[in-house]
């Protein structure tokens, strides 16, 4: 069973930068497609951006582009979200998920596609 823990939320000033990470034990995140979330208090969770499971591919959505980077390193086995420009709209308990894939390029869009979850970490962005 793959267990996600992911750390590096924090409050940080608009404008500022923070780098999530998300690092796997029991089980190896070589295997699997990856993706961040973010859910905001009232508002259902959405994606962030997403990874393949060679890191060939990525996704990121439009509110994020330019802004967020997504990366893995499964030699380490964590994933990262490098966060640049933040605003106070990114403020959202943020959660990394992994899914088994069988193809090295696919990358999964939805939430209800993941099976496996962190806990989530909280990024505040004041104004």
């Known amino acids: 069973q793959v267990q996600l823990v992911e750390s590096g939320g924090g409050l940080v000033q608009a404008g500022g930068s923070l780098r999530l990470s998300c690092a796997a034990s029991g089980g190896t995140l070589s295997r699997s497609a990856m993706g961040w979330f973010r859910e905001a208090p009232g508002n259902q969770r959405e994606r962030v951006a997403t990874?393949?499971?060679?890191?060939?591919?990525?996704s990121v959505a439009n509110s994020v582009e330019g802004r967020f980077t997504i990366s893995r390193d499964n030699t380490k086995n964590t994933m990262y979200l490098q966060m640049n420009s933040l605003k106070p709209e990114d403020t959202a308990v943020y959660f990394c998920a992994a899914r088994t894939s069988l193809n090295m390029m696919s990358l999964y869009q939805t939430a209800s596609e993941y099976n496996y979850w962190g806990q989530g970490t909280q990024v505040t962005v004041s104004s």
């Open positions: 990874i393949s499971r060679s890191g060939g591919g990525v």
